[in-house]
């Protein structure tokens, strides 16, 4: 069996020589390292490269009991090390609901346990780990990892030095724990104020200012060593409907796709994005077949890397998600995607039936094993350039040493007051004084926390205005209150000199309007604070104060505290437009619009 050191001799120089600037002949000589690597490889383990799978558990080979239950009926393992030993899977992505991701240090052992039991292998090679790190909505990894503003906010403060700042510290902190490839940033320019699924994951609905934006944060993960994935391709901005549960339809024509959701995936290509996760959507301008754009050649081979002279790493969208499973069955799926165009095949919903019907497909010849190799080849020119095949494994030290380091904790509440829009001011009622508002409720939408925020958000806020001198306290209300619930707030408001209300995703007839209305009709002061879609400040036309934080962030949250409390001025633009409740048609407040103090 030959050992780590015996791999990584046959590979000695690969990683310096992938360097940006090296010589032509450099990358060819490293190539047929790389080549020689796949020629040794037995057909089996190059369809396992291909993969970038799930598996419950905190340790790669000591899991909790209900972890391997879960391994078993899901994958037929038990643990993280027997799916590597079975399938040679050349990923593994990393969830909260998976347990993957307790602590920094656990996650660090996770990720040294998982390249030794694949190094241990015949012919063992390391494994990409990756996981969804977007920031703001979407987090994988929380406290004490340090949680920057999330995109949306990013596109409203518009500094391509915050966006490259967020990427090069978030990329430090998930390299300390040997997580390598981030599937961020999200390149869609979302200018369908009703998607359900990308909303504040995406920069903004000006697709230059989109693209300026994915090219600098793919830059700092990459300048910190972690390849960036910008999606989700061909473009998921203008759909109504969630693609993991629906399939959705896009309905540009050709020349808008290219005026529009082409211009950030240009930039992130010129800008050496390491890899391009693909959308489960179907776009009929672009392939009239019906397939989702996960599955069409055209797309994939035809636009990505035809037109756009894309050669890096195409990795799927989740193979679980309904919008890529409704028109095949999940052992027709990962074959197509392979012959669109895909190099990794992401989460299939089960590995044993994607894993063989890839080496049947092989072994029919419906996909030629020069096919694979040329799949394979980018995947480990990709694990070389991160540096993965000399040094696969992490340093304890580095992880309490570099996730949530005070500076880059600070970086980030720098960030977002930089992002927090004011988007009403009636009166200058903002901001706020403890002298003459010194009682303040706060009231409001609790959802969820994104992974490892302290949450709920009233609470997060409540505490913050305490911190800044304010007697605060917090009653949550929820995303749909009752009239007994709006009852009690309206009735706890009139005890207060100013109410502040996070908001969620408001609607015309939904109760959280109803809630801010009453509570306006009290006569005591109302700051509404919109904690995801800027857009409800369209269905608030009674507030004296409204605030966007873009997400339910701590770090989001306490800079809208802070701008209420007058300790910074409000900075941040908005990055969409905002069309008026009752017509749809008109502007309410353009892309570029927020006041200052």
């Known amino acids: 069996m030959p050992s780590r050191r015996t791999v990584l001799a046959a590979t000695a120089g690969v990683t310096a020589g992938l360097a940006v600037g090296t010589s032509a002949n450099a990358l060819d000589s ?42 078993l009926e899901e994958i037929g393992v038990r643990t993280a090390a027997e799916l590597i030993g079975k399938y040679r899977v050349g990923g593994i992505i990393y969830f909260t609901w998976t347990h993957n991701t307790r602590d920094p240090r656990q996650i660090a052992e ?45 596109g409203a403060g518009g500094s391509r030095a915050d966006a490259r700042t967020v990427g090069r510290l978030s990329g430090a902190e998930l390299r300390a724990m040997g997580v390598r490839q981030d599937y961020s940033p999200d390149a869609d320019v979302n200018v369908n104020p009703a998607n359900p699924i990308i909303g504040v994951r995406s920069f903004g609905a000006g697709p230059d200012a989109v693209g300026a934006l994915v090219a600098a944060e793919a830059q700092g993960y990459q300048d910190a060593g972690v390849a960036a994935t910008a999606k989700h391709f061909p473009g998921h901005g203008d759909t109504a409907v969630d693609s993991h549960t629906g399939f959705p339809v896009i309905t540009h024509s050709r020349e808008l796709w290219e005026k529009l959701d082409a211009v950030p995936f240009r930039a992130a290509i010129e800008a050496g994005i390491d890899s391009v996760m693909t959308a489960h959507i179907q776009f ?66 089960t590995l044993d039936v994607a894993w063989n019907a890839v080496l049947k497909a092989v072994r029919d010849g419906e996909l030629t094993e020069a096919r694979l190799d040329e799949s394979v080849l980018r995947i480990l020119r990709l694990k070389s350039r991160l540096g993965l095949l000399d040094r696969p494994y992490v340093n304890a030290k580095d992880v309490g040493r570099v996730v949530g380091a005070a500076k880059h904790l600070a970086a980030a509440d720098r960030i977002a ?12 009622l903002l901001p706020l004084s403890p002298r003459t508002h010194g009682t303040v409720l706060v009231v409001g939408a609790d959802p969820d926390a994104p992974s490892g925020t302290t949450g709920p958000p009233t609470g997060v806020l409540a505490a913050a205005l305490t911190e800044l001198g304010f007697t605060a306290s917090a009653l949550s209300t929820g995303t749909a209150p ?89 900075r941040g633009r908005l990055p969409v437009p905002v069309q008026r409740a009752d017509d749809p048609t008109q502007v309410l407040y353009p892309i570029g619009h927020g006041l200052t103090y």
């Open 417 to 428: 007051e930089r992002t927090t829009t004011l988007l009403v001011n009636e009166g200058g």
């Open 284 to 349: 009929p301008a672009l392939d009239g077949s019906g397939d989702p754009a996960t599955l069409s050649h055209p797309v994939l081979t035809g636009i990505l890397r035809g037109e756009l002279g894309y050669d890096g790493v195409v990795v799927t969208d989740s193979l679980g998600m309904e919008g890529v499973r409704t028109k095949y069955g999940d052992d027709r799926v990962p074959v197509l995607a392979l012959k669109a165009g895909v190099d990794q095949l992401l989460n299939p919903p």
């Open 30 to 71: 490293d190539d047929k390292r790389l080549r020689a690597l796949i020629s040794r490889m037995t057909v089996e383990e190059k369809v396992g490269q291909l993969f970038v799978m799930r598996v419950y558990g905190h340790s790669a080979t000591d899991p909790d009991q209900a972890d391997i239950d879960a391994n």
């Open 482 to 570: 009752s009239p007994a619930t709006v009852d009690r707030a309206v009735a706890a408001a009139r005890a207060a000199d100013a109410v502040v209300v996070g908001t969620y995703n408001v609607t015309a007839g939904g109760g959280q309007r109803q809630l801010v209305e009453r509570l306006v009709a009290t006569g005591v002061p109302v700051v509404a604070v919109a904690v995801r879609n800027p857009y409800d400040v369209a269905q608030l036309p009674s507030v004296r104060a409204c605030l966007a934080a873009y997400s339910w962030t701590d770090v989001e949250l306490r800079a809208a505290a802070r701008v209420i409390a007058g300790r910074v001025a409000p």
């Open 110 to 154: 996770l990720s040294n346990g998982i390249q030794r039991a694949s190094l241990e292998q015949p012919r063992g090679l390391p494994v990409l780990i990756a996981t969804d790190q977007e920031h703001g909505a979407v987090c994988r990894i929380g406290k004490p990892a340090t949680l920057f503003p999330g995109a949306m906010a990013l």
